[in-house]
């Protein structure tokens, strides 16, 4: 299908989503100048209404949405852009401009991306990176037998509390260890598809 941009006078709505958490960015508007150079350069571009003009998302801030995936509506009216944004999305330093409610697994490993690489002192990840592989590894290893035992125990808050700790300081591992959660993701959905899922004794077995 084509954008029909006719249906909107010349314009698209365009949504704007996180590829990696399904969290919705903002909402904008292009024209078939700013739908062309997107498609092309890859980057998500603009038609702002109020300025009659293009622009391209992040020109100012340098908070540039990579485009990932493209998907039209039913009607080929509106745009769904699966995007790799390079920084907060709105212009108020948020995340998302519909605020930043939105928490997985994918918003921890962001935020432990930044603190990895803009270190704060007296950061908890700073320490820990500084420490290195060793640390990590050990620290890994201490909340997984917390996991071990509050299982034992029969304690669910603990065991909340533990798997909280452990899926932090994993992250901290894969960050250190040049490994995203995508890189898992796509693991599992490999296996997913071939009805797959973990090794025994080097047998894969079954779901």
Request: proline fraction near 2%.
């Amino acid at each position: 299908m084509k954008p029909d941009f006719e249906k909107g006078g010349g314009l698209l709505s365009v949504i704007l989503q996180d590829e990696r958490t399904g969290q919705v960015l903002m909402n904008g508007f292009m024209n078939e100048e700013a739908y062309q150079k997107t498609t092309e350069e890859k980057v998500v571009w603009f038609y702002s209404r109020s300025k009659e003009r293009l622009w391209k998302k992040g020109e100012t801030s340098g908070n540039i949405q990579i485009v990932k995936n493209m998907a039209l509506d039913c009607d080929s009216d509106a745009l769904l852009i699966q995007v790799e944004p390079k920084g907060p999305t709105c212009h108020l330093g948020t995340q998302s401009c519909f605020g930043d409610d939105h928490f997985n697994l994918q918003t921890l490993e962001k935020i432990v991306d930044r603190k990895v690489e803009n270190p704060e002192e007296g950061s908890y990840t700073k320490y820990l990176t500084d420490e290195g592989i060793d640390k990590i590894l050990k620290k890994c290893g201490e909340e997984m037998t917390e996991v071990v035992i509050a299982s034992k125990n029969g304690d669910r808050e603990e065991l909340i509390d533990e798997t909280s700790d452990l899926l932090y300081h994993t992250l901290v591992l894969l960050k250190h260890q040049g490994v995203s959660l995508g890189d898992v993701e796509a693991r599992l959905e490999a296996r997913h598809g071939e009805n797959l899922s973990y090794k025994v004794r080097g047998e894969i077995e079954e779901w």
